[in-house]
């Protein structure tokens, strides 16, 4: 079974752009939540997503928007880039029947490098 | 407010036995997770616990003590490849993943 996936690895951007991301869940998952994580900070949840309706956010600014589609797949997009934008996003997929053990799947991340 | 608490970085020997704890408080508790990161990887699924006590998975323990809002996970004859950040989560009442922010391990030879 393949893994999630998620494209672009790597990106440059400047500031005041947008960048859209996308996530490609493991086959049978419905559930993809993305997370920024940077060095010190730990996983910060952005937003999860299930049959395409946004399930749960974190506390993200409205710059910070995502969506999914009917085969699960998901994009997030963040608009007006500001330096401190720049981190790794990951993304996570789960079968998203919401009990407490099932586990989330990562991504490698894509990395955003703001200039 | 939330919070998961985790040593930010901890040393120790190849072939020794190491303990890195977890403490948290959130709204609700619906499980523990453990996830092993290597540097500019994918963090990847460890352990589970959501009832008291050891759960063993090879070289990999993890312990969970609900009353005390404490876990830990216990790694026996480290190995250089063990050199990683390692993750405690928590899901909450709403079954969301709260993260700490990680304990990066370093093994030494």
């Known amino acids: 079974k393949a893994g999630v996936t998620q494209t672009p690895r790597y990106l440059i951007k400047t500031r005041g752009q947008q960048v859209t991301l996308s996530c490609s869940p493991i086959?049978?998952?419905?559930?993809v939540s993305w997370y920024q994580q940077t060095p010190g900070q730990g996983l910060q949840f952005l937003f999860e997503y299930f049959s395409e309706t946004q399930r749960n956010k974190g506390n993200f600014p409205g710059r910070f928007s995502g969506r999914q589609f009917s085969n699960s797949r998901s994009e997030m997009n963040v608009s007006t880039l500001e330096l401190g934008d720049s981190a790794l996003y990951l993304c996570?997929?789960?079968?998203?029947?919401?009990?407490?053990?099932?586990?989330?799947?990562f991504g490698p991340g894509t990395r955003l490098l703001v200039l | 407010g939330q919070n998961i608490d985790q040593p930010t970085e901890m040393t120790a020997t190849e072939g020794a036995i190491v303990q890195i704890n977890c403490t948290y408080q959130?709204?609700?508790?619906?499980?523990l997770f453990w996830y092993q990161q290597h540097a500019g990887e994918a963090p990847t699924f460890l352990s589970y616990?959501?009832l008291d006590g050891l759960e063993e998975k090879g070289r990999f323990s993890s312990f969970l003590s609900r009353s005390k809002g404490y876990s830990y996970l216990l790694l026996k004859e480290l190995q250089m490849k063990d050199s990683a950040s390692y993750l405690c989560a928590v899901k909450d009442s709403n079954y969301q993943l709260i993260w700490g922010a990680g304990t990066k391990l370093i093994i030494k030879p």
């Open positions: 616990n959501v």
């Open positions: 996570a997929s789960s079968l998203g029947a919401g009990v407490g053990l099932e586990t989330q799947y």
């Open positions: 959130t709204s609700g508790f619906n499980g």
């Open positions: 086959s049978g998952h419905r559930s």
